[in-house]
């Protein structure tokens, strides 16, 4: 009998074979799905029709072009809000859409799968947009502060209190194993 393990490998295989090999045009566009609840204002689970239900049914797709602030935040609620506000709308919106269609679909950096939301002729990025509770992201790294009123807290994480989990760049290249870590202490008594 196969682990756990085992069976998510091959569950993952079978996501990446129906949606990266290549395929008819019709493919690109799903029309017709059912919406089943959404996380936040970017990530939305739906039902697809005429898909195996392995990969149709509570699908998670990721809204492309657009970022909004994560529900989660315990050290900000001003983010949390306006996290909150896009979650309802969106909930909102294609709760009450009679037609829903995915356009455009392909994978992201972090190998979810995105998609353009269009909900009774409308760009569901382009609403959110439009009401402030997203900005524009194309997969890069985040620039977006939600919650500027909060930089100066003592909760948020600064970037020099970040210490990166892979080795260091030397020339561009990851360096294994790193160089010893060199204590500023001891090199101003030298």
């Avoid at 566009?29 to 195996?52: E, L």
Wanted: hydrophobic letters at 35%; aromatic letters at 8%.
């Amino acid at each position: 009998m196969p682990s756990s393990h085992t069976k998510q490998y091959i569950i993952q295989l079978l996501l990446i074979l129906q949606f990266c090999l290549p395929c008819s045009a019709a493919a690109e566009s799903f029309t017709h799905v059912q919406f089943v609840k959404n996380h936040d204002g970017d990530s939305i689970t739906f039902n697809i029709p005429d898909t195996p239900a392995i990969v149709g049914k509570n699908a998670v797709i990721r809204l492309r072009g657009v970022d909004t602030p994560e529900i989660d935040r315990k050290n900000c609620t001003e983010e949390e809000e306006i996290a909150e506000n896009a979650k309802q709308l969106v909930y909102k919106l294609l709760t009450n859409a009679r037609t829903i269609n995915l356009h455009n679909i392909g994978r992201g950096k972090y190998f979810r799968i995105l998609a353009d939301v269009e909900f009774d002729g409308q760009d569901l990025a382009s609403v959110l947009l439009d009401k402030g509770f997203a900005v524009t992201y194309s997969g890069g790294r985040k620039s977006h502060n939600w919650c500027s009123k909060a930089e100066g807290n003592s909760t948020s994480t600064s970037k020099s209190n970040f210490r990166s989990v892979l080795p260091p760049k030397i020339s561009g290249v990851y360096v294994w194993p790193p160089p010893p870590i060199q204590n500023k202490k001891n090199d101003k008594k030298q």
